[in-house]
Each structure stands twice: as structure tokens, then as C-alpha cells.
T-cell receptor
Framework: DAKTTQPPSMDCAEGRAANLPCNHSTISGNEYVYWYRQIHSQGPQYIIHGLKNNETNEMASLIITEDRKSSTLILPHATLRDTAVYYCTLYNQGGKLIFGQGTELSVKP | NAGVTQTPKFQVLKTGQSMTLQCAQDMNHNSMYWYRQDPGMGLRLIYYSASEGTTDKGEVPNGYNVSRLNKREFSLRLESAAPSQTSVYFC???????????FGDGTRLSIL
């Protein structure tokens, strides 16, 4: 099963863009990349997903490299409420979502 | 719009006691899931139900049973609770497998 690798923690200044990287070098051709976040032990919240084209919604943008081996989640104007653990995930062959350790993003005033 | 509702929110059990965690969704989703999350770790899948009438094991099914009662409800049962099952349990649902999942707020379970 393909796995994802993320930095354990990142800081971002309030109002600036937060760019969260994810490596998924063993991703297969039809696997989507999903991003979730978890704020202070609440249930995870779905953010965005993509296959190979860049995606944007009201929460974030997702940039996937042409070879699909990595992606970046962009929060364009981070606020204090964006402080959370961000998970880059893939579905495995059995249709199970595999969560790694995630990136703990701290947005600072 | 409730989404995914889990009950109870908190529970303390003694070793050997049994308990059922309840989960209900009001989004007419076909697939439902149970995860556990331990300190400093990501979520691990316990069981899932791809559609009404089916259930399958996830990564860590030992010590648990599930019941897909109907399309809305998916319960998780601990028959004989052990301290190693102390965790936060999350239920989730999705329109189908490989679709975005929507999570409840969790049940915090302590087993003494």
C-alpha cells in the first residue's frame, strides 16, 4: 500500500499562506490524495482531494506535482483557527483510508 | 444539520465490563467506519461497513464487534473491555467507499 510522509510540525504567521507538503512517491495511477485536519481532538474534518489536476475550494488549494509523487496543501490566508493537525491520506487497495502522523500546524499572531 | 452523532461522549469502564458505542448519520450515506485514536498517533481503522448489510475488518479489529443496524446506524461493541482499549473512538460516514469521510466528535473511553 502507498504511504504518505509529512513533516511533523510547521509554523505560520497569521494572515500568511500556509504551505503543507506531502510526499506520496509510491502512489498508484488511480489513487486520489485526500487532506483532512483535526482541531484539538475534535473529529477530523475533510478539506479537499485530488487526482492529478490542481484543486481549489472554499477552504484550501491542492497542488499535485505532474509525476504525482508529492502534493502541497495551501491555506491562502491562515488564521489562528487553522491551528490543527493536517493529514495527507490515501485510500489503500481495500478501500481503507490510511492516516499517518500528520503535520501539526501552529498559526501564530 | 447533525451529520454524524456519537453517544456517549465520555465513558469510564472497569476491566471486563462490556459496552456499546453508538453512531448515527443523517446524510443518507452508504458507508460507515469506526476508528480509534491513541495519544500522538493518527487514526486507525477498527471496522467498516461499505454498505448496509456488510461489515469488514480494518487494521485493529481484535476485541471489538460491530453491527450495521440499518443505513443510519453503526454500533461498536466491546465485549470484555481491557485497559489497552482506552482511547478516543471516532465514527465516520461517506457516500461510498473512496469518497470523503465525515466524522463525529468522538467518544472518549477510559478503562480502569
Amino acid at each position: 500500500d502507498a504511504k504518505t510522509t509529512q513533516p511533523p510540525s510547521m509554523d505560520c504567521a497569521e494572515g500568511r499562506a500556509a504551505n503543507l507538503p506531502c510526499n506520496h512517491s509510491t502512489i498508484s495511477g488511480n489513487e486520489y490524495v485526500y487532506w483532512y485536519r483535526q482541531i484539538h481532538s475534535q473529529g477530523p474534518q475533510y478539506i479537499i482531494h485530488g487526482l492529478k489536476n490542481n484543486e481549489t475550494n472554499e477552504m484550501a488549494s491542492l497542488i499535485i506535482t505532474e509525476d504525482r509523487k508529492s502534493s502541497t496543501l495551501i491555506l491562502p490566508h491562515a488564521t489562528l483557527r487553522d491551528t490543527a493537525v493536517y493529514y495527507c491520506t490515501l485510500y489503500n487497495q481495500g478501500g481503507k483510508l490510511i492516516f499517518g502522523q500528520g503535520t501539526e500546524l501552529s498559526v501564530k499572531p | 444539520n447533525a451529520g454524524v452523532t456519537q453517544t456517549p461522549k465520555f465513558q469510564v469502564l472497569k476491566t471486563g465490563q462490556s459496552m456499546t458505542l453508538q453512531c448515527a448519520q443523517d446524510m443518507n450515506h452508504n458507508s460507515m467506519y469506526w476508528y480509534r485514536q491513541d495519544p500522538g498517533m493518527g487514526l486507525r481503522l477498527i471496522y467498516y461497513s461499505a454498505s448496509e448489510g456488510t461489515t469488514d475488518k480494518g487494521e485493529v479489529p481484535n476485541g471489538y464487534n460491530v453491527s450495521r443496524l440499518n443505513k443510519r446506524e453503526f454500533s461498536l461493541r466491546l465485549e470484555s473491555a481491557a485497559p489497552s482499549q482506552t482511547s478516543v473512538y471516532f465514527c465516520a460516514s461517506s457516500e461510498g467507499v473512496y469518497q470523503p469521510q465525515h466524522f463525529g466528535d468522538g467518544t472518549r473511553l477510559s478503562i480502569l
